[in-house]
C-alpha cells in the first residue's frame, strides 16, 4: 500500500521518470565499508536486500503492478549512482498524504498511526525497509483509503466524513456538511 506514494514522491521530486526502467534481479547487494576481514568485529561484508522474484526491466507501472521490492528500495534509498528519495523525504510525503495523523472523520476514537523517528542512528537498510511498507510505522486504514482518494482525485486531500447531510422527519435537508480538504496542489496530477 505504500508503493503508489513512494512513486508519487519521487516523480513530484523528479528521482525519477515514468518509463525509466530498472533492472531488477531479485535483491540488491550493499557492500559493508567498514567490513575488515582481519577484525571480526568489523560486521559482515555484505547486505542483500531480497525481492519476492526477479522482475527484470521494470518500470514505475511496472513496479507498482508487480510489487517490485529492489525497484522501491532504489527510488526510495537510492543504490550505486543512483540517488533515491531518502527516509526524510520519503517521510514528508508519507505525512502529506495523510499517514502519522489522525484524519479528523466524524467518529469517536480515531487513531493516527505512527510515522519513523529518523534519527542520526537512522540506517540505509531502515530506508529500504521502509521504502516498501516495512519498520517501525503503523498506519490506519481509514489514512490508506484517504492517501489513495487524493491520488484518484487529482491531489485533493479529503477529511474523511460520514454524515452527509442532516434531514428532518420529512427528509428535508436542514444541513449539508460540506466536504473538506485537508491539502490540495502537493503532488503533480499527471
Known amino acids: 500500500i505504500i508503493k503508489p506514494l513512494i512513486a508519487s514522491a519521487a516523480l513530484e521530486q523528479n ?15 550493499i557492500k559493508n565499508p567498514w567490513y575488515d576481514p582481519r577484525d571480526p568485529k568489523s560486521g559482515q561484508k555484505e547486505w542483500i ?4 522474484k526477479t522482475h527484470g526491466l521494470t518500470n514505475i ?39 502519522g495523523e489522525k484524519t479528523l472523520i466524524d467518529l469517536p476514537e480515531e487513531g493516527k498511526g505512527s510515522l519513523p523517528d529518523i534519527d542520526e ?3 540505509l537498510g531502515q530506508t529500504y525497509n521502509l521504502s516498501i ?17 487524493a491520488i484518484a482525485n487529482g491531489d485533493k486531500l479529503f477529511q474523511p466524513q460520514i454524515v452527509k447531510a442532516i434531514v428532518d422527519s420529512q427528509k428535508n435537508v436542514v444541513e ?15
Open 133 to 149: 511498507g516495512q519498520g517501525p510505522f503503523s498506519v490506519t486504514p481509514l489514512q490508506v483509503a484517504t492517501a489513495f482518494s
Open 121 to 123: 542512528d537512522w540506517t
Open 61 to 99: 507501472r511496472k513496479a507498482i503492478a508487480e510489487s517490485c521490492n529492489v525497484y522501491f528500495y532504489i527510488i526510495g534509498g537510492g543504490y550505486e549512482n543512483f540517488i533515491g528519495l531518502g527516509a526524510t523525504a520519503i517521510k514528508n510525503y508519507l505525512k502529506l498524504f495523510g499517514w
Open 15 to 29: 528521482i525519477i521518470e515514468p518509463e525509466k526502467k530498472i533492472n531488477c534481479q531479485g535483491k540488491i547487494i
Open 176 to 190: 449539508e456538511i460540506k466536504p473538506e480538504i485537508i491539502r490540495e496542489n502537493f503532488i503533480d496530477q499527471k
Open 49 to 52: 536486500y531480497h525481492d519476492w
